[in-house]
């Protein structure tokens, strides 16, 4: 079974400061994807960033960042120059993939606040 | 415009009464998915389908059911063995595969209350 743990239930950050948000995950499949979302008081789920499990480079968007080590199985993301809309909940998520296994399971969620 | 619909978005149950949620899709997707939504708890998976006619139980399907007849629809009841549903349900949809975009698309939600 997959698990996704987010050891940092909240964290705050001042204004333009860079923050790091933590994420393990626990699978014995070799191809799969991890995605970062962002739920904001809306509760919109909106994906911030993408990674495959098979490519080494980490990806970026923007001001946002991951640091995707498959062998440790950690994926964290880092938001860089944080802005006031930043502030939301942060679900880290693991995607299997592959005909008859597609699972989406995700992390209990960090709460992010982003001070003025 | 594509994208996935959940209705109502508020819905209030009284004990012992099975209350159905909707979700339709129009992104073509195959992979639909359940999740409850409760403080401090993430996203749990309550069920998930990859074809129509198919689904598996996720990590708490106790109480759920779900059909899929069409491939744009994933209906979810909320049976009155589910002893505490009161919770914020969401849907979502991904296309199966590899692929750059692959992505879950999710609805906006439906707040269920127990009265």
């Known amino acids: 079974a997959q698990t996704v743990t987010q050891s940092q239930p909240e964290m705050s950050v001042q204004e333009a400061e860079t923050v790091t948000l933590s994420c393990t995950y626990d699978?014995?499949?070799?191809?799969?994807?991890l995605f970062w979302y962002k739920q904001p008081p809306s509760r919109q789920m909106i994906l911030v960033i993408r990674?495959?499990?098979?490519?080494?480079q980490n990806a970026t968007e923007n001001r946002f960042s991951v640091n995707f080590q498959k062998a440790a199985k950690s994926f964290s993301l880092k938001i860089s120059d944080s802005q006031l809309g930043d502030t939301a909940m942060y679900f880290c998520?693991?995607?299997?993939?592959?005909?008859?296994?597609?699972?989406?399971?995700f992390g209990t969620g960090t709460r992010l606040t982003i001070i003025p | 415009d594509g994208g996935i619909t959940q209705s109502p978005k508020y819905l209030f149950r009284k004990e012992g009464q099975n209350v159905t949620l909707s979700c339709e899709q129009n992104?073509?997707?195959?992979?639909m998915y359940w999740y409850r939504q409760d403080p401090g708890q993430g996203l749990r998976l309550i069920y998930y389908?990859?074809?129509?006619?198919?689904?598996q139980k996720g990590d708490i399907a106790e109480g759920y059911s779900v059909s899929r007849e069409k491939k744009e629809s994933f209906p979810l009841t909320v049976t009155s063995a589910q002893k505490n549903p009161t919770a914020f349900y969401l849907c979502?949809?991904?296309?199966f595969g590899t692929g750059a975009n692959t992505e879950a698309f999710f609805g906006q939600g439906t707040r269920l209350t127990v009265v």
């Open positions: 979502a949809s991904s296309p």
């Open positions: 699978t014995s499949e070799n191809n799969y994807y």
């Open positions: 990674q495959e499990a098979y490519k080494q």
């Open positions: 998520a693991f995607m299997t993939i592959g005909f008859g296994n597609e699972k989406l399971t």
């Open positions: 992104l073509n997707h195959d992979a």
């Open positions: 389908s990859q074809i129509v006619n198919d689904f």
